[in-house]
């Protein structure tokens, strides 16, 4: 259900869009006894032409993910309109391009309905009225501290000195985190149990997803290779390779047997990072090649949230964000697979 200052975004993208297009919008927010209801929904009206679409708010978009995943989202559903603060010309043509319907406040909008086609790009937002935040999970130190939690639900209870050492973080960190996670609601702490509580564990997912390509994998120091044939993956074996992980469209095939693998991505952890590769290049013939279709990147996390099933994998939670970022309308059957299969019973945990 949509608050009151969500309320008054919404309705001001409704008057951005009269101003840039011409159409006419009314907005209702959602029953407050129904507990799947979304945000409310919008009936738009042009030229007598009327459609309902059901309204999902996200106060700031910053990278194509969040669209693939919000687009993900609503596969299968109803008429969904993404109502947000701004989006960029790139990402308002990403939009179009995967059929996702959106407006926002500076008067962009992607509207693709029978008798009722929008498209405006590239208008400026105020910036006075649309602030932008960045919450708890947009730096570094709590994109690890998240995934490791989202990997290993038992850890939500540890003392801080063990959730700092299974994240890779500095002690001092980790109150921090669970500061800002309680600010939003998002962490209950009880404190006579000493028991905490994450209140939205799939949103918390959906931010950790969204925010992984721009804020933590930069920092993974990538390296781009090429092979000699496309299948080359099929006889690698990583068995011989310890602290090597598949993640990916690999990680995908092998997890669902679903997808044919166009792009390969291999995590290596850092201390081993020089032996590994050089045995890769050895064994497969690999070549240094700017874009290849071959990335290995440094793994950030510690063996107990590895994937238990399939060792040689990369956390599933990891694969998931891979193939959304890839921006592939391919691969988000996969992903959706990935995380009913793999993904949701250990969210069901929190």
Known sequence: MADRATRDMINMAL??????????GQFQRADTDDATATDGHIVLNRD??????????????????????????SAG????????????????????????????????????????????SGQRPDEASTPVRMHGGGNPTAQRM??????????????????????????????????????????????????RRLTAPDRLL??????????????????????????WWQDASLVELKNVYWGGEVAAEKMTGYLRPEAETLYVVPRHMAQSVKQLVQTHRL???????????????????????????????LVYADLMASLSSRNLEVAAKIREEEIQHVLNQF
């Not at 008057?15 to 006419?24: I, K």
């Not at 007598?48 to 989202?73: D, F, G, M, P």
């Not at 980790?174 to 006579?192: C, I």
């Not at 931010?207 to 092979?227: C, D, G, K, M, Q």
């Open 15 to 24: 008057a951005a869009l009269r101003r840039s297009a011409g159409v006419e």
């Open 48 to 73: 007598n032409v009327c459609r309902r679409y059901e309204v999902e708010w996200k106060s700031s978009i910053r990278s194509a993910t969040a669209l693939t995943l919000a687009r993900a989202k």
């Open 77 to 120: 559903r109803g008429p969904r309109l993404l109502v947000t603060q701004y989006l960029t010309p790139y990402l308002a043509n990403q939009c179009r391009e995967i059929g996702l319907q959106f407006i926002d406040t500076a008067g962009n909008a992607h509207i693709d309905a029978e008798g009722l086609y929008i498209f405006v």
């Open 146 to 195: 998240i995934f490791a939690l989202l990997c290993r639900p038992s850890l939500l209870q540890a003392s801080y000195r063990e959730i700092a050492q299974a994240s890779g973080i500095a002690l001092g960190s980790v109150g921090t985190v669970f500061n800002e996670l309680a600010e939003r609601g998002w962490l209950l702490e009880a404190a006579t149990a000493a028991r």
């Open 206 to 231: 959906d931010e950790w997803v969204t925010n992984y390509p721009t804020i933590l994998r930069p920092r993974l120091h990538a390296r781009r290779f090429a092979a000699p044939h496309p299948d």
């Open 287 to 317: 070549r240094p090649q700017t874009n290849g279709p071959i990335e290995i990147l440094d793994a950030f996390w510690e063996p107990q949230s590895s994937n238990t099933k399939q060792p040689e994998l990369a956390p599933a939670v």
